[in-house]
């Protein structure tokens, strides 16, 4: 009598090995160049919905609505199996702290927390009137101290993550 065919497990988290803060830039470099076409396609609609003639028009309203479609981006794949396209490329998932899945309020505030990778340096451009090479420098700078905090962590969870109480782990092919 033939055995029934089994549906192969989905991959499985790489016991105990935390992937390289290296691997998760990468993926993190992968998911910029996805998002500018988000970005592009969200701006495009906005702009064609508002009838915005220039980028003084609405510029406020529109940053609203980048940032929401950018994070129903990342909620609706993190929720949805833990991957973004880029992290299933780096072969990469985001979990809760425990392994579980992520529910849809853990990773909003995933979400949430991620921004403070760039909005604290910038946030600094308009209180202290600074130039642009000022702010990129120190925009620089923040980034590396950011990135570093995940080579410090036993886990090599980033800041937002500790915070988050979630974590990236590598998975199997």
């Known amino acids: 009598m033939?055995?029934?065919?089994?549906?192969?497990p989905p991959p499985a988290a790489a016991p105990g090995i935390a992937p390289t803060v290296r691997r998760r830039l990468a993926a993190l470099g992968y998911e910029a160049?996805?998002?500018?076409?988000?970005?592009?396609?969200?701006?495009?609609?906005?702009?064609?919905?508002?009838q915005q003639r220039?980028?003084?028009?609405?510029?406020?309203?529109?940053?609203a609505w980048i940032g929401l479609v950018v994070g129903?981006?990342?909620?609706?794949?993190?929720?949805?199996?833990g991957q973004t396209l880029?992290?299933?490329t780096w072969r990469l998932r985001v979990v809760a702290a425990d392994g579980s899945p992520l529910s849809t309020g853990r990773a909003i505030v995933r979400y949430v927390l991620t921004w403070l990778w760039f909005l604290p340096p910038l946030a600094l451009h308009p209180l202290l009137g600074l130039?642009?090479?000022?702010?990129?420098?120190?925009?620089?700078?923040?980034?590396?101290?950011?990135?570093?905090?995940?080579?410090?962590?036993?886990?090599?969870?980033?800041?937002?993550?500790?915070?988050?109480?979630?974590?990236v782990i590598g998975v199997t092919r």
Do not use: C, E
């Open 2 to 8: 033939p055995q029934p065919l089994t549906t192969a």
């Open 33 to 50: 160049l996805l998002l500018f076409g988000v970005v592009f396609f969200a701006g495009y609609l906005f702009s064609t919905l508002t």
């Open 54 to 63: 220039n980028g003084l028009t609405h510029h406020n309203m529109l940053a």
């Open 72 to 81: 129903l981006y990342f909620v609706w794949f993190w929720t949805h199996g």
């Open 86 to 88: 880029p992290m299933k």
């Open 131 to 167: 130039r642009l090479p000022q702010t990129l420098a120190i925009a620089a700078l923040w980034f590396v101290l950011w990135a570093a905090t995940g080579r410090f962590d036993p886990q090599r969870r980033f800041l937002h993550d500790r915070l988050a109480g979630t974590r």
